[in-house]
């Protein structure tokens, strides 16, 4: 009885400690608050700072694949993208568009490497001058509305008739020798260095020469053959090279251009070394830039006009180190086999295993007849168009100015190449590039497949603050208006659909 009693007064005892606890905690609150409202309450503890979220990232989606790169992983700067402007380059100043040509050239794609022909001691030297001039300035305006300027360089597919073993600019020859049967090189040069003061007088930039396009090639059109060493039949490619530079650095001093070597015909290393290694031994500083052709050293066929991009990866490994024994930069310039999607992926290898500095797509501007497909071997077509037997000209853009322009708009001279990596099928090649601020960031992803990939940027490491892409199609039968259209920015989840066959330009801006 007494433990009943007990237990009763004791639970009692507790829900009246409970009820006058809870009322404490009541009164304790309002005298905060009432405090909190006075004036005199005395000075209070500075709140501390807190940190700017950073914004939160999209939600990955596990069904895209993930494309990310690394800003510190870097590789080769870019010297620019260009073309050759040699034949039938001048049709475009013979009509009224020609201004409409000049853009989609120099400000649409933003080329800003022209590749002339040195036509010095021709008959036609006068008016190549004039055409060259105005591509020259053409250009060059363009390149000033963007802050920046135009690289020249010339290259001799032959020199003049009085050179040649042959007496002509056209067939086979090498340099010709002279009464004691030794070869005119010290004339050669002499024709070198009165040719760049010629089209300097004119007003054309000489930023680089190369002394000989194709010197290991005999060309039934213009063209002078050259051997690693002088032999009964050939003149030394090296001999002349360097003639050609003594000449030029005692006359021309600082204002001498920029030299290349040894543009060959072939990729091969091997032929590349030969060439080179002779000049090289005798004077170090003589060559800048390492430069060669893609019609040999992969597989390419001019009557298909098809290419197997990756066929050249083994030879470009081999020509970046070759380069990287003499510290030479590396151009590509001159080549044109393949589809528009074929060029595009040569272009994108050249960048990545060769670790080209500069990349020149054969013909600018060439002849031929304007279709409504826009497959071709040239950037510009300029010629005729019939529509109910009637012939209306004009111009035309190709598949491979678009391949071009999918690189050569917004990576930009002094840009360097960085790492990128993609969580894709196979069949989805790309390559990045930052700007020297490190600010902008360019990716183009090339989709071999036939069928559509998802892609997403998750951009852990980049703070967006704009973005823009591009995109084109070149599925069998393309079209013009599947070339190069502006998608806008990304958006919020950063996702991207790649069609089957296909090139996307992504351009990001932030820091």
């Known amino acids: 009885m007494l433990h009943s009693v007990f237990s009763v007064k004791s639970n009692s005892t507790c829900r009246r400690n409970r009820v006058?606890?809870?009322?404490?905690?009541?009164?304790?609150l309002c005298l905060t608050a009432c405090t909190g409202n006075?004036?005199?309450?005395?000075?209070?503890?500075?709140?501390?700072?807190?940190?700017?979220?950073?914004?939160a990232g999209p939600v990955i989606d596990e069904t895209a694949s993930q494309v990310t790169f690394d800003l510190t992983a870097t590789h080769q700067k870019i010297d620019g993208f260009g073309a050759g402007f040699t034949w039938y380059a001048n049709m475009i100043f013979q009509n009224t568009y020609y201004n409409e040509v000049l853009d989609l050239l120099f400000k649409d794609a933003g080329l800003t490497i022209l590749r002339f022909k040195n036509e010095y001691g021709y008959s036609t030297f006068k008016s190549s001058v004039s055409t060259n001039k105005l591509y020259y300035e053409g250009a060059k305006k363009r390149a000033a509305e963007r802050?920046?300027?135009?690289?020249?360089?010339?290259?001799?597919?032959?020199?003049?008739?009085?050179?040649?073993?042959?007496?002509?600019?056209?067939?086979?020859?090498?340099?010709?020798?002279?009464?004691?049967?030794?070869?005119?090189?010290d004339d050669y040069a002499a024709w070198w260095k009165e040719a760049v003061e010629a089209y300097r007088k004119e007003g054309i930039a000489v930023d680089y020469v190369s002394i000989q396009n194709e010197c290991d090639y005999q060309a039934s059109y213009d063209?002078?053959?050259?051997?690693?060493?002088?032999?009964?039949?050939?003149?030394?490619?090296p001999k002349a090279f360097l003639a050609t530079y003594r000449l030029f650095r005692s006359?021309?001093?600082a204002d001498a251009p920029q030299m290349l070597a040894p543009e060959t015909m072939t990729v091969a290393p091997a032929t590349l070394r030969a060439y080179i290694k002779p000049i090289l031994a005798e004077e170090p500083d003589s060559i800048q830039v390492l430069a060669h052709h893609l019609y040999l050293g992969g597989d390419s066929d001019d009557a298909t006009n098809t290419c197997d991009a990756d066929s050249f990866l083994m030879n470009f490994r081999s020509v970046s180190s070759l380069a990287n024994d003499y510290g030479l930069r590396k151009w590509q310039t001159e080549f044109y086999r393949g589809t528009a999607l074929q060029t595009a992926n040569v272009i994108n290898n050249s960048l990545i295993y060769e670790n080209a500095n500069a990349y020149i797509f054969w013909g600018g501007v060439w002849t031929g007849l304007v279709t409504d497909g826009i497959?071709?071997?040239?950037?510009?077509?300029?010629?005729?168009?019939?529509?109910?037997?009637?012939?209306e000209h004009g111009y035309m853009a190709t598949g491979d100015y678009y391949a071009m322009r999918h690189f050569s708009q917004f990576i930009r001279p002094g840009y360097t190449r960085i790492d990128v990596r993609l969580s894709v099928p196979a069949g989805v090649r790309s390559s990045a590039y930052k700007s020297e601020d490190g600010k902008t960031v360019v990716i183009v992803l090339l989709n071999n497949s036939t069928d559509e990939v998802k892609?997403?940027?998750?951009?852990?490491n980049f703070t967006l603050e704009s973005s823009q892409s591009y995109?084109?199609?070149?599925?069998?039968?393309?079209?013009?208006?599947?070339?190069?259209?502006?998608?806008?920015?990304?958006?919020?989840?950063r996702i991207l659909t790649l069609p089957g066959e296909s090139a996307t330009t992504i351009v990001l801006t932030g820091k």
């Open 20 to 28: 006058l606890s809870l009322l404490c905690v009541i009164l304790l």
């Open 38 to 55: 006075t004036t005199d309450a005395g000075p209070t503890e500075a709140p501390s700072p807190t940190a700017t979220p950073t914004p």
């Open 147 to 185: 802050g920046e300027d135009v690289t020249v360089l010339y290259s001799s597919w032959s020199p003049q008739a009085s050179l040649k073993s042959n007496n002509r600019i056209e067939g086979f020859g090498t340099l010709k020798r002279d009464e004691n049967g030794n070869y005119v090189y």
């Open 223 to 237: 063209g002078c053959e050259f051997a690693e060493e002088e032999t009964e039949t050939l003149a030394s490619y």
């Open 251 to 253: 006359e021309l001093g």
């Open 375 to 391: 497959d071709s071997s040239n950037l510009i077509i300029c010629g005729n168009r019939f529509r109910d037997g009637k012939a």
């Open 455 to 460: 892609i997403q940027l998750p951009l852990d």
């Open 471 to 493: 995109q084109s199609v070149f599925s069998e039968g393309y079209t013009a208006d599947m070339m190069y259209r502006d998608l806008g920015s990304l958006n919020t989840d």
